[in-house]
């Protein structure tokens, strides 16, 4: 049984573990027993109970360290226990010691925090399905921090923030992903990301001194070509045919961006007998037919 795209699954005997044959096996800061060699991972370790040490060598070899749940935050969480670490049974005032324990350090966690232990969890699971770069995913994180010490998420859906944050940076570093694909993979209403992308950009921008830059049709020529399997060539013939109709007159202002870099597409598809069909080409824009047919239309009338 392997734990390689699942490390976090523990709910797993020995017997069923991988053998290795590298014997270079080492636990990182988060707990994961990872192998150097090939990069296996085994699964967590956590301490489930106390060992005794005897020894100045056994007390360095059996020192234990806290599991690391969050990148921020307290670490160490106290839960209405009922057993010590030994199993034994505590009494009645030790136990209501601890939950009252738990309930103060409750009451220590501030409303940010609580949001930031919600919102992380959903970027990084958000950014991790549309494949991401990192540094996309720390420009969505600032903004949205910006966004919940604003206060913006009251009355409203972090998903939607977090949404809106991760598309904002899209565009901030122009990295070629639609809004439309942000919202399929979130599973939340478009009207929802609008709304929170707005204030973003009117509330969040001016104070982070960031610039929202538009998706430009140059950039979904060469995504959509190199998904319909276009040679270099046509999807450059495609970026030329854009560029000398906009020289001759044709206005973007109005138009989506993936109509005119899909019929840009196919025109250079057919000159180059590289043919895709409109429903193909549609199909991967996420467009009409029949947005495509006028959008091919209006090209070639400055051509």
Known sequence: MSYRNNPYNLDHDEEDEPCCPSPDIIVNPEGMR????????????FVDSERRAYTSEEVQSRRRTEPKWRSFG???VITGVQSDARGHSLGAKQQALFSRLSKI???LV???????WEAKPKLNALALKLNVPSQ???TSWKIYTEVARQKLTMGRSIDG????????AIRIHEFPRLLEEIVEV???PLRSVHRSLGLIVRKVFPVLKMKYKPVTTRSLV??????LKLSMSTQTKAADILLKSKKAGLRAMGKDPKGLAAAALYMASKVANEKRTQADIAAIARITEVTLRTRVKQIKSYL
């Not at 501030?110 to 930031?116: G, I, K, Q």
């Not at 923030?161 to 904002?168: G, I, R, T």
């Open 186 to 188: 979130a599973m939340i």
């Open 74 to 76: 307290p670490r160490t």
């Open 110 to 116: 501030s409303s940010l925090e609580r949001n930031f």
């Open 105 to 107: 350090q409750g009451s």
């Open 136 to 138: 996309i995913v720390e």
């Open 161 to 168: 923030f977090v949404s809106a944050s991760l598309y904002a």
């Open 34 to 45: 990872v192998c150097q060699s090939c990069g296996l991972t085994f699964g967590q370790t």
């Open 222 to 227: 060469f995504r959509f070509g190199s998904e």
